[in-house]
């Protein structure tokens, strides 16, 4: 029994395709190219076509192998050379692209909009740059999603605004440093000099760069005004340098003002003192705007009642001796309303701070119980040191130390000490770049503190 051959040996097969279509004089053509080289032709890093296209032959349709006629070419493109229309195809055609090709795609629009906010942001404490890994995980967090077309810089905006409204980084723009250079004017003085530069640091005040951004002049000869500006004003302060009062020249000294060098461990601490001062001040603000807004509620209440009861007044003299009681006793309502919420408050403040007392004693029971069953005694120096008696009569001189905690173990105390809570605490503790505490401090510490 004879079988059909369904693919003869001189059947082409293209593998690995990528097509790019054209419509032209209502007829439709494509070429058949490799992946990922159609990018780099129009970028113009390739030149080769043999080394885009698979082959020089026009199609008008790839999938079924049907091929242009040179009649067809002559009429629609002016000439029947394929390789001159193959290349007027890749120019202007459509590129139908594959999941792959895109993926490609987004992973090299993701990279190059973090790379963006890793160069041009930094933390507005430390004044450091974040890396991109940081970046990376921030966006993820925030759910930034790119466009593989959109521009790259508007995305970059768009994800350091979202960063921001999130707070999943604490991040802002790096500043830029400029420089006003006055131009030399005719018969331009000692004292001329001093007015137009002084007119200058009036007019960046007023555009809104800080005071302290702006550097001090180094004598009254300076034409010089250098300062630190956010990247949103800079067409505000390239219209001042077009001032006439000013006329000066502005220059970039540099793009992205950060902190270089290590980092030294007192700024580090003074950094992250200065962050926790921020968030408390934050903290804080928030509790006075609330109370404010509890105020202003409370005084729109007696305000709208006071409307009501002179709206009542004009009416006649009984209904307002009636109702002039009203807002009266609605203000004290509101006044016992706001006394039974400060009640309430003192009170569950009260009650948090038994069950905290309550754990803190459990915690030292457990502690002293812990203690006592693993033979720990607390010497004078606070540091916990094992006396087990050994039935053996084994001396205690052979001890292994813990440089985490400071004490000194017996081989059998040695790995239970590892295990114990005070050595992870201070393990924590060393972690964070703050001094270990010993066990009887550690006893005294709120139990909460170990789970922070």
Same mark, same amino acid.
């Given at each position: 029994?004879?079988?059909?051959?369904?693919?003869?040996?001189?059947?082409?097969?293209?593998?690995?395709?990528?097509?790019?279509?054209?419509?032209?004089?209502?007829?439709?053509?494509?070429?058949?190219?490799?992946?990922?080289?159609?990018?780099?032709?129009?970028?113009?890093?390739?030149?080769?076509?043999?080394?885009?296209?698979?082959?020089?032959?026009?199609?008008?349709?790839?999938?079924?192998?049907?091929?242009?006629?040179?009649?067809?070419?002559?009429?629609?493109?002016?000439?029947?050379?394929?390789?001159?229309?193959?290349?007027?195809?890749?120019?202007?055609?459509?590129?139908?692209?594959?999941?792959?090709?895109?993926?490609?795609?987004?992973?090299?629009?993701?990279?190059?909009?973090?790379?963006?906010?890793?160069?041009?942001?930094?933390?507005?404490?430390?004044?450091?740059?974040?890396?991109?890994?940081?970046?990376?995980?921030?966006?993820?967090?925030?759910?930034?999603?790119?466009?593989?077309?959109?521009?790259?810089?508007?995305?970059?905006?768009?994800?350091?605004?979202?960063?921001?409204?999130?707070?999943?980084?604490?991040?802002?723009?790096?500043?830029?440093?400029?420089?006003?250079?006055?131009?030399?004017?005719?018969?331009?003085?000692?004292?001329?000099?001093?007015?137009?530069?002084?007119?200058?640091?009036?007019?960046?005040?007023?555009?809104?760069?800080?005071?302290?951004?702006?550097?001090?002049?180094?004598?009254?000869?300076?034409?010089?005004?250098?300062?630190?500006?956010?990247?949103?004003?800079?067409?505000?302060?390239?219209?001042?340098?077009?001032?006439?009062?000013?006329?000066? #020249?502005? @220059?970039? !000294?540099?793009?992205?003002? =950060?902190?270089? +060098?290590?980092?030294?461990?007192? %700024? $580090?601490?003074?950094?992250?003192?200065?962050?926790?001062?921020?968030?408390?001040?934050?903290?804080?603000?928030?509790?006075?705007?609330?109370?404010?807004?509890?105020?202003?509620?409370?005084?729109?209440?007696?305000?709208?009642?006071?409307?009501?009861?002179?709206?009542?007044?004009?009416?006649?003299?009984?209904?307002?001796?009636?109702?002039?009681?009203?807002?009266?006793?609605?203000?004290?309502?509101?006044?016992?309303?706001?006394?039974?919420?400060?009640?309430?408050?003192?009170?569950?403040?009260?009650?948090?701070?038994?069950?905290?007392?309550?754990?803190?004693?459990?915690?030292?029971?457990?502690?002293?119980? #812990?203690? @006592?069953? !693993?033979?720990?005694?607390? =010497?004078?120096? +606070?540091?916990?040191?094992?006396? %087990? $008696?050994?039935?053996?009569?084994?001396?205690?001189?052979?001890?292994?130390?813990?440089?985490?905690?400071?004490?000194?173990?017996?081989?059998?105390?040695?790995?239970?000490?590892?295990?114990?809570?005070?050595?992870?605490?201070?393990?924590?503790?060393?972690?964070?770049?703050?001094?270990?505490?010993?066990?009887?401090?550690?006893?005294?510490?709120?139990?909460?503190?170990?789970?922070?």
């Amino acid at each position: 029994m004879s079988r059909q051959i369904t693919q003869p040996v001189n059947q082409v097969r293209l593998t690995n395709v990528a097509v790019v279509r054209l419509s032209r004089g209502g007829h439709r053509f494509e070429v058949a190219c490799y992946r990922n080289k159609i990018v780099n032709y129009r970028q113009g890093t390739e030149t080769d076509l043999s080394e885009v296209l698979q082959t020089t032959t026009v199609f008008t349709n790839v999938s079924k192998g049907q091929f242009a006629k040179s009649s067809l070419l002559q009429e629609c493109f002016g000439t029947s050379d394929e390789e001159e229309v193959c290349r007027f195809i890749l120019e202007k055609g459509d590129v139908q692209i594959s999941d792959q090709e895109r993926a490609v795609q987004l992973e090299s629009t993701i990279r190059e909009v973090a790379s963006m906010v890793s160069e041009k942001c930094i933390h507005p404490i430390s004044r450091r740059p974040y890396t991109m890994a940081q970046v990376r995980d921030a966006m993820k967090s925030a759910g930034f999603m790119v466009h593989p077309t959109r521009n790259i810089k508007q995305q970059f905006l768009d994800c350091v605004r979202l960063l921001q409204e999130k707070k999943v980084l604490n991040i802002e723009r790096a500043k830029m440093q400029l420089a006003l250079v006055l131009l030399p004017l005719e018969g331009d003085g000692e004292d001329n000099i001093v007015q137009r530069r002084e007119a200058a640091v009036v007019l960046l005040k007023d555009a809104g760069i800080a005071a302290s951004d702006i550097v001090a002049s180094k004598g009254n000869n300076d034409v010089r005004v250098v300062f630190q500006s956010n990247p949103s004003l800079y067409r505000t302060v390239e219209t001042i340098a077009k001032d006439s009062t000013v006329e000066c #020249r502005l @220059e970039i !000294l540099q793009q992205c003002v =950060t902190e270089e +060098g290590d980092v030294a461990l007192g %700024s $580090e601490l003074e950094r992250r003192a200065q962050q926790q001062h921020q968030d408390e001040t934050h903290q804080d603000a928030k509790k006075i705007e609330s109370d404010e807004g509890d105020n202003k509620h409370c005084d729109v209440a007696s305000l709208s009642n006071q409307m009501q009861s002179n709206l009542t007044l004009s009416s006649s003299v009984k209904e307002s001796e009636n109702t002039s009681s009203a807002p009266v006793a609605n203000s004290r309502k509101a006044q016992k309303a706001a006394q039974k919420k400060s009640k309430k408050a003192k009170r569950r403040d009260k009650e948090e701070q038994a069950e905290r007392e309550e754990r803190v004693a459990a915690e030292k029971t457990r502690q002293k119980d #812990r203690a @006592e069953r !693993l033979g720990i005694v607390e =010497t004078d120096a +606070g540091v916990g040191e094992g006396k %087990s $008696e050994s039935s053996g009569g084994q001396a205690g001189g052979d001890t292994k130390p813990c440089n985490t905690c400071g004490g000194s173990f017996t081989p059998g105390e040695y790995r239970s000490h590892f295990r114990s809570d005070w050595h992870r605490y201070n393990t924590k503790l060393k972690m964070k770049g703050v001094p270990t505490v010993s066990e009887k401090e550690f006893l005294l510490c709120d139990s909460d503190a170990f789970f922070d």
